[in-house]
């Protein structure tokens, strides 16, 4: 049997979607280059990477203050209990591409960025899909999935943003004399040298000092104007579409690297906190140096203002500058007479640890790694300060772009669910989110509600956490001091309800998850 390409989908998308009855009331769209109608919504979907859910004001934040996305909550709905599919850059991102699990896109880990694997051919993103029914589609900064996929874009993504990047910077602003004489080092992303501040030796030494570190986290201070930073430079781009004046109905998509790691900050945001006011995680020594000697923190990086306090003052920085930045995106497109027909998408592809359970970065299913932020904002569509806590997750995102676009997916089922439904005051489908993760040895997965999280590895592991009383993760119920038999049952009702789960959505892994009492 000939296998099913892209192209052959794309083929049919919108003369299929025009037979399937969908929950949008919108007419849908033509074939491709044909002008959908007026009535459909602009997409602007900004996308910033390792940024925890509570590192907004809006959600509880007590040091940094972010005013542009607080007003974009403000304006639209607030998804409080947001997760990511996969605590890792590049499946996480296939999932909110695409709105499929990883044994459909098959962007398992985060390799696909150096080879030409990633996203599978025959799997639609969302943009591709708008493309065919008339939208234009518009891309800037981290991609990160592969090769596939980006013809959909005018420029293709030919050209690595990173790679512009450098050559831009190298070009109008060499190294400042002062800079010269100082110890400098280089950063792995830009290529561009920084100010290392004390905590980047101790991530740097922390491996030949027997700890792991799970990533390589340069933190410093940048040379270059605030004005040109790396999040600056993407965002601009962004602007100038939004400023080009669209003849069409678009989608727009701002990938934006911070506030993920290199911790490198223009002035004024490394020094914008204090680095000795810097709330510790209470769970810091949660799994610390006692039982697990190979963590960072406290063995390599210690919890004081120059190691630990410095990694979450840069790290905050970075946090205000993509929140400014993000406020002039949203200033461009309103002078540009579109935010009253533009769906707006704000979230991240995974949280930070920020020394939570004595480490850093992600890759794992703890609170501060899994949840995200996410906003959405339609002017008359969805209710203005709007709050939910419902299950919301990565793999809803595609789902919902299309529902509120009028275009119905042509294979169903995906992995999420729409979550137009839910703003409109009607109930939401799932009661759990889920996730996957899989490294070279084996996979994780998680299930979670409100109150509950099953953490399940395929060695038989399980972490069972009641989240309103043990926020901070520290009580594993199935542990031999703390398991009952009533946690015991719990536990298996919740892995039987990803097990159903994911033989639903036809993945192998539900064959695979291990039982609880091994």
Not at 135 to 155: F, I, L, M, S
Not at 499 to 513: R, S
Request: aromatic share 10%; charged share 20%.
């Amino acid at each position: 049997m000939r296998r099913i390409s892209r192209r052959d989908v794309l083929r049919t998308t919108s003369a299929g979607a025009l037979s399937m009855v969908g929950t949008s009331p919108f007419v849908l769209g033509k074939t491709k280059g044909n002008t959908p109608p007026s009535d459909r919504p602009n997409v602007l979907f900004i996308l910033t990477d390792q940024q925890r859910w509570d590192s907004l004001s809006c959600n509880g934040n007590k040091v940094v203050h972010t005013p542009n996305l607080d007003r974009l909550a403000s304006e639209g709905v607030n998804f409080t209990q947001d997760t990511c599919l996969s605590p890792l850059c590049g499946p996480s991102r296939a999932a909110l591409l695409t709105g499929r699990l990883a044994h459909h896109h098959r962007c398992y880990g985060n390799y696909e960025l150096y080879e030409k694997k990633g996203l599978a051919e025959d799997i639609p993103t969302f943009d591709e899909l708008l493309h065919e029914t008339g939208y234009e589609c518009e891309y800037q900064g981290k991609w990160h999935t592969g090769y596939a996929h980006r013809e959909v874009y005018r420029d293709g993504l030919k050209d690595h943003y990173l790679h512009l990047y450098h050559d831009e910077m190298t070009k109008r602003f060499p190294l400042p004399v002062a800079w010269k004489s100082l110890n400098l080092r280089k950063d792995r992303y830009t290529k561009l040298p920084y100010k290392p501040w004390p905590v980047d030796d101790m991530m740097l030494n922390a491996p030949q000092n027997g700890f792991s570190m799970p990533h390589d986290n340069e933190a410093g201070e940048s040379y270059i104007p605030h004005e040109h930073s790396l999040t600056a430079w993407t965002t601009q781009r962004a602007i100038r579409y939004l400023r080009s004046g669209p003849k069409r109905p678009f989608s727009m998509t701002c990938s934006i690297l911070h506030p993920h790691a290199p911790l490198i900050a223009c002035s004024p945001y490394h020094r914008m906190f204090d680095p000795s006011k810097m709330p510790i995680p209470s769970n810091v020594f949660d799994d610390g140096s006692a039982s697990h000697p190979r963590r960072p923190v406290p063995g390599a990086v210690p919890v004081t203002p120059e190691g630990l306090g410095s990694f979450m003052a840069l790290y905050y920085g970075l946090v205000a500058e993509v929140d400014h930045w993000v406020g002039e995106i949203l200033r461009a497109l309103k002078e540009a007479g579109l935010e009253q027909n533009t769906l707006v998408v704000f979230t991240s592809d995974h949280g930070e640890m920020m020394g939570s359970h004595g480490t850093f970065s992600k890759a794992n299913f703890h609170e501060e790694a899994f949840r995200v932020p996410l906003l959405m904002r339609l002017p008359g569509r969805i209710p203005a300060g709007m709050k939910s806590d419902a299950p919301a997750n990565g793999m809803d995102i595609v789902p919902s772009i299309l529902d509120f676009c009028g275009i119905q997916h042509p294979q169903n089922p995906l992995a999420g669910h729409s979550l137009r439904p839910l703003v409109e005051g009607k109930s939401f489908k799932r009661p759990y989110a889920f996730g996957e993760f899989y490294y070279r040895k084996g996979h994780v997965h998680a299930v979670r509600s409100r109150e509950w999280k099953l953490i399940l590895y395929h060695n038989g592991r399980a972490h069972l956490y009641k989240l309103q009383t043990d926020p901070g993760e520290q009580h594993n119920l199935l542990s031999p001091e703390n398991r009952k038999p009533s946690h015991v049952d719990l536990a298996q009702e919740l892995r039987g309800r990803l097990q159903a789960y994911l033989e639903e959505q036809g993945d192998p892994a539900h064959k695979t998850l291990s039982t609880l009492d091994a």
